[in-house]
């Protein structure tokens, strides 16, 4: 068979992923600390990007929650056309504009006073010499403090002055000199205070921390010894028998029995009180007298102290009822980035470009700036168009809790909002909505469905079904715990039809014990607080 060139023409569509579409989608996934981070990132590569400061109202809606063919309004730009600056975010109303991009000319910002650093700025009550005195003094703090605070009619940031909060590490550190003097000693000792961890415990392979400080055990033993007396008292230990053991010798109540007890710890903690008590050798009563003298010692001791920071969460959506009883939702005006092209430095660097290679970098930084202005619009809006919806379909939850909490899935609120169900995923990560019920994370809303016993009643969603299921847990009494089986019937009385091993699986998921667990549990908690009451 012979082979032949020829030359065909074909025709056909492909989706191309340009960069801008790709950054976009980025865009719309960020939460509002990985979008402020980004757009720092942005403002120092584009000379052409400011941030604007300036407090501006946030973008809201009303959400009629009585009518559900109610259509969310667009909300556009309403501002003053200016042709030297865009902004990404401004104060906004209801409008009829259904375009994909908005227009979001602004006026532009005052480029002398957003970058002033003047000495009178950042000390407008001292002399440059002054300032540079008062910041190497010991006092200075507090004395500029003093000085500033009267008379100026400024705000003082108090916070910037006060200590932060001390760490367990620190803590333990300031007692190290006061408890060992040899230098040995106390190397030895400020590495077994690195190696605590948070709660105060040090790992459990201690023999791999002899071998890495290459000191003899004895004289490693003997430090650990000393530190195993610091404040607060139970750090330093290797487990939570030793915890408790040291907090019990601070007390003075470590006695021969007491260890015995702790050397069963695990039988306790299996709610073994019959093989606890032949193991201790003493009578129920007083290994009752002793469970609640170790419940009120304390297993992780060093919690008190300061950890690492915990990033708060902030809600980019904000909920609230009206007089009328419907829904205002509206963006969080702190989460909305606020960035301005400055098309006045424009105007002054082109007259003072000559090269074209230089012009076409800022045609390109153009290009680039007034691109993510209109991207940040559109994130916005989306997020905006997307929790309307939410709080539509999820208007008894608002209204009576979360057992009214309506199954939902990303192809419903795509299809009444007219996109594509990976734009609302997309929208729905990271994102938070605060309520008057409590801040929630978007993606909480969408739940799957459970059939209902009842034939044409509507299904429930799997949240309030859970919920449901805690409920009837936390209202079990020690003599009549609720099994599995127990659940399953009850729940059909409601009209939820679900399966046990379904109820076994949500129950494990809410880290709740089998009923058999639950009933040592209560049995135990009655015993101990008559004990209690005894003493």
């Not at 459990?204 to 921390?209: E, N, T, V």
Request: charged letters at 25%; glycine letters at 4%; a negative charge.
């Amino acid at each position: 068979m012979a082979l032949a060139t020829k030359l065909e023409l074909r025709q056909g569509q492909q989706l191309v992923m340009t960069p801008q579409l790709q950054q976009a989608i980025r865009l719309l996934q960020f939460s509002n600390i990985e979008l402020a981070q980004f757009l720092e990132t942005e403002l120092e590569r584009n000379p052409l990007l400011e941030a604007d400061d300036n407090t501006e109202a946030p973008v809201r809606g009303e959400r009629d929650t009585e009518s559900d063919d109610h259509t969310p309004e667009r909300a556009s730009t309403d501002g003053a056309a200016d042709n030297t600056s865009d902004a990404s975010a401004a104060d906004t109303s209801g409008g009829d504009d259904d375009s994909d991009w908005v227009d979001l000319e602004r006026p532009a910002a005052d480029p002398e006073g957003t970058f002033d650093t003047e000495y009178e700025n950042l000390y407008p009550d001292s002399t440059p010499t002054e300032q540079m005195q008062d910041a190497s003094a010991t006092d200075s703090g507090w004395a500029s403090l003093r000085q500033r605070g009267t008379g100026s009619g400024e705000d003082v940031n108090i916070e910037a002055y006060l200590q932060s909060e001390t760490s367990l590490r620190d803590h333990l550190s300031e007692q190290l000199p006061l408890a060992l003097s040899e230098p040995v000693d106390r190397l030895i000792g400020q590495y077994l205070i690195d190696m605590v961890d948070e709660a105060g415990y040090l790992p459990a392979d201690f023999d791999r921390i002899v071998e890495n400080l290459g000191a003899p055990h004895s004289k490693v033993e003997q430090v650990l010894s000393r530190l195993q007396t610091f404040d607060p008292p139970g750090v330093f230990a290797r487990s939570l028998a030793e915890c408790l053991a040291l907090q019990l010798k601070e007390q003075n109540r470590y006695d021969p029995i007491v260890a015995r007890f702790l050397e069963n710890l695990h039988l306790l903690a299996g709610h073994n009180l019959p093989a606890l008590r032949r193991a201790v050798d003493i009578e129920m009563d007083e290994l009752l007298e002793i469970i609640a003298e170790i419940k009120r010692l304390n297993p992780k001791p060093g919690l008190k102290f300061g950890s690492e920071y915990l990033q708060p969460v902030v809600p980019d959506v904000l909920v609230r009822a009206a007089q009328d009883g419907s829904w205002i939702v509206e963006l969080n005006a702190e989460t909305l980035p606020r960035v301005l092209v400055n098309r006045t430095y424009l105007t002054t660097v082109t007259k003072a470009t000559g090269s074209a290679e230089d012009r076409n970098y800022l045609l390109e930084c153009l290009q680039t700036a007034n691109w993510l202005v209109k991207s940040l619009d559109q994130r916005a809006r989306t997020i905006l168009r997307v929790a309307e919806e939410i709080v539509r379909q999820q208007d008894a939850f608002f209204t009576h809790g979360v057992q009214f909490l309506r199954p939902l899935n990303l192809r419903t609120v795509a299809d009444a909002i007219s996109m594509h169900e990976s734009t609302v995923s997309r929208v729905t990560s990271n994102k938070y909505m605060a309520t008057p019920r409590g801040i929630f994370e978007m993606k909480y809303f969408f739940t799957s469905a459970i059939a209902s016993a009842e034939d044409g009643a509507e299904s429930h969603s799997s949240e309030a079904v859970r919920h449901r299921i805690k409920q009837m847990i936390d209202g079990e009494s020690s003599v009549s715990v609720l099994s599995d089986d127990k659940i399953v019937e009850l729940l059909k009385t409601d009209g939820i039809d679900i399966a046990r091993r379904t109820v076994a699986k949500y129950r494990e998921a809410m880290r709740i014990p089998s009923s058999v667990q639950r009933r040592r549990d209560k049995r135990l908690v009655v015993r101990v607080s008559q004990s209690e009451e005894a003493l």
